[in-house]
């Protein structure tokens, strides 16, 4: 068994979620991944419906409603899709004085 046998297997994606904001993920081996949804534009924008047919394959996810593929390396690298843009921070609420 190489190297490289033993890393897919182990970075085997078994679930996949999209909610609160964020991209989870469980692997085969227990591990569990979650990235915020604005790495993904695509899924950042969808529709909640689009996001509920995430499919699995071996090393990775594909949505085909939406066209996006993302790979497990591609999340363990912390590595954002192009046009990835933070969103900007909430404003103060305002305090009482008291």
Known sequence: MTILEVEIETIRPVEAVCRDGALRVRLLDG??????????PRLAGADPAALVAVELSPMGL???TLD???????ILRGQ???????????????????
């Open 68 to 74: 996006e593929d993302i790979s497990i390396a591609s």
């Open 62 to 64: 594909h949505c085909p």
């Open 80 to 98: 954002k899709a192009p046009g990835a843009v933070p969103p900007l921070p909430a404003p103060p609420t305002p305090s009482t004085g008291s």
């Open 31 to 40: 591990r569990e991944l979650q990235a915020p949804l604005w790495w993904y």
